[in-house]
């Protein structure tokens, strides 16, 4: 049966036994996901007693040999065990400046996985506690699309004068396609820079694969007119754009966005004004642009955790970004009003799949000395996507 819980001031209806609620406790598998792949052997069941126990006994067994990465969107059960939480860039970083442990557990999705696994040494295994943990959002550009998207735009005359750029939340395919064509990654920090970068290298931006941080920052930060973002959808011939659309464009935004922060609404920010009398609302980037216009405050994870730390006593925030996150900050800042956006839930589904079991199942089979659900990024693979990660690890 469901259950009603209040949260913040929210009330919520957790989903009742169907295969969208497996998937959210990480049991069962996609075959629609990014890997659809459940992880091999038996995994422990999460009404396992034992279950925090056992996760501290691997841990202290491996002890130096393995490094614990949790993303901020991660259960609380999950980062209760990481070594280091962060956004998917700064968790990678972290994950290169260990070259002495052996194996990088990252507890996040597969494109953080497979970042962490090009900024580390060969001899390092980067283990992803659950294979079917993708990204949505990732999955919404795959390296096939991208390279007929560019035959597009070189039959149009425009490619060599379009640089593209990919969000931190793609494939290692696709950071590979943006670094082998002259282009680089970027994080929702760092956007703008990117995309100044971007102009400085040619006349047209190519923004992979979220639209909305895309469109976000090319309006909102560098001025550009909404009439010169131009959506290109893979699903329809040519984009969906003519050869003058094509031309005209500054910005060609892939059609691409986030499950999750894709959900919130401007009556979502009316509903809460109403509710809430002085309420702030921060909200991240890859919101929809009219949520970003309605906002009070926009930015990346590290800026929406920064803002709430400096708040002050007693102040109101309504908050738009990941569930996990959001409710970690409100026990954070007992003194402050912390509330979520939406009043349903909003879940990342896919990274949800990391769970207690699933942790344990990878830190008792490292133990073992036996290495289950690495992420291996194949060389040229890895040589491109690192050409475009140092063009934004160059950007002033």
């Known amino acids: 049966m469901a259950r009603r819980i209040t949260l913040i001031n929210v009330t919520f209806t957790e989903p009742a036994s169907t295969p969208l609620a497996l998937l959210l406790l990480g049991q069962g598998s996609d075959s629609a996901s990014e890997r659809g792949v459940d992880c091999p052997g ?52 972290n994950a ?42 990732a999955d919404m550009a795959t390296h096939q699309q991208v390279v007929e998207a560019w035959d597009v735009l070189t039959d149009a005359g425009i490619a060599d004068v379009t640089v593209p750029i990919t969000y931190m939340n793609s494939s290692a395919a696709i950071k590979g396609f943006t670094g082998e064509h002259g282009g680089a990654v970027c994080t929702s920090s760092n956007a703008e820079r990117a995309m100044r970068w971007a102009f400085e290298q040619g006349e047209k931006v190519l923004f992979l694969p979220d639209q909305h941080l895309g469109r976000n920052t090319a309006v909102l930060q560098l001025g550009i007119g909404l009439d010169d973002c131009v959506v290109f959808d893979p699903h329809r011939r040519d984009g969906g754009l003519t050869r003058q659309q094509l031309h005209d464009a500054k910005v060609l935004l ?49 800026y929406i955790i920064k803002t709430l730390d400096a708040a002050p006593a007693g102040s109101s925030w309504a908050v738009g970004t990941e ?28 990274m949800n799949r990391i769970d207690l079991p699933h942790l344990v199942h990878s830190l008792e089979s490292l133990a073992r000395g036996e290495v289950v659900n690495r992420i291996v990024v194949e060389g040229r693979v890895a040589d491109n996507a690192r050409l475009a990660l140092d063009r934004m690890l160059a950007l002033p």
């Open 323 to 350: 569930l996990n996150l959001v409710r970690r900050l409100a026990n954070m800042h007992p003194d402050k009003q912390v509330t979520f956006l939406e009043k349903t839930v909003c879940y990342c589904s896919t």
């Open 96 to 137: 290169a400046a260990r070259p002495q442990a052996d194996y990088i557990v990252f507890c996040g999705v597969h494109f953080m996985a497979e970042s962490a696994d090009i900024l580390t040494g060969p001899e390092q295994a980067v283990i992803l506690p659950d294979l079917a943990a993708g990204c949505s959002m």
């Open 42 to 93: 038996e995994l422990p069941p999460a009404s396992d007693p034992t279950l925090v126990a056992r996760a501290s006994a691997a841990r202290a067994a491996l002890g130096d040999r393995a490094f614990v990465l949790g993303h901020h969107y991660q259960r609380d059960e999950v980062i209760q065990f990481a070594d280091v939480t962060g956004d998917s860039f700064t968790l990678a970083r």
């Open 254 to 302: 892939w059609r691409g966005h986030c499950s999750v922060h894709g959900r919130f609404s401007v009556e979502n920010v009316a509903d809460v004004r109403r509710r809430v009398p002085g309420v702030n609302i921060l909200v991240h980037p890859e919101c929809r642009h009219e949520v970003v216009l309605a906002a009070d405050y926009v930015g990346s994870t590290d």
